[in-house]
């Protein structure tokens, strides 16, 4: 069971990312306040993986699958919109589960090769399937029109519940035995659990919300091509949660949130926002080793020695 002032914590978080999606009008800020909600949902899902200790960069790939399989039901079979993100979603952790049953037996950067290896295959084989759009990638997905003025409510919506479902199970038993795997798996398994199917679930879960980040990027976006799956997006997102700290739940959300909003920002600069955006990254990460979240805990911590040496001082 969740404490009761993380319950709150969630409930005002809930709210405020709920009543801002309805209370925007501007329709590149909606845009950017998907944009934000996506990302952080695939940072989070990035990082629910870490956890295990292992860096997931096929999950451009699933992100893709996800955006591909529900845009080609919603464009060629006509699924409902929502119907086609729920089945997108399941379809790609089931080929996840196939994907990491096959090479979670590599670790380290082995896995993290085999990763980027898989998703530069996959997006050249959207480019290669007609039905797909070929190399010009898949137009006119778009949701209901009188979905339109609740799309942003919708994204929010979604994941804000996705996020809460990872944040109770990484503070479940099943979190504790995540971190039992990154820290010492043979221990882990010397007392009987069975590691590999932990890690298997992991990838299935974490891809299952990353499907969903796709199907929502499809319909958010109305156009997908294949450039938009490469491994770039894994790198984002791991900047996202690097940025932000991931050794917190909330590191990769806070991420998410600066990063989008300074590549937003960073537009009107022309040529020079790659500059901004690269150069950004590269002084959190070097000022901010353990990511903003860190740097707000060490803040508190060196508070807490201040007042613990004044009142030791005083009673002196």
Known sequence: ?????????????????????LLLQDLYLRSVLNLIAISALLAVSLRFVMLMGELNFAIAAFVGIGAYAAGYMSTAMEVPFWLAILIAGIGTGIVSAGFGAVTLRAKGPYFLLIGFAFTEAIRV?????PA???????????????????????VMATVVVLLLVFFILEHSDFGRVLFAIREKEEVARSVGINTFVYKIVTIAFACFAAGIAGGLHAFVNNVISPGDFSYLMAAFALAY??????DHFVGPI?????????SAYAL??????????????????????????????????????????????LEQ
């Open 254 to 262: 806070l991420g998410a949130i600066f990063l989008v909003s300074l």
């Open 241 to 246: 949660v690097k940025v932000g700290g991931e």
């Open 132 to 154: 797909l759009g070929g190399t010009s990638g898949m137009i006119g997905i778009f949701p209901p029109i009188a979905m339109d003025p609740w799309m942003p409510f919708f």
């Open 268 to 313: 009107g600069f022309g040529g020079d926002e790659h500059f901004i955006y690269g150069g950004a990254i590269v002084l959190v990460v070097l000022l901010l080793p353990k990511g903003a979240v860190g740097a707000v805990a060490n803040m508190r911590l060196k508070k807490s020695d201040v007042k613990g040496g004044a009142n030791a001082a």
């Open 1 to 21: 069971m969740l404490k009761s002032t993380s319950t709150i914590s969630w409930l005002v978080f809930a709210g405020a990312a709920l009543l801002l999606s």
């Open 125 to 129: 084989a959207y480019s290669k399937v």
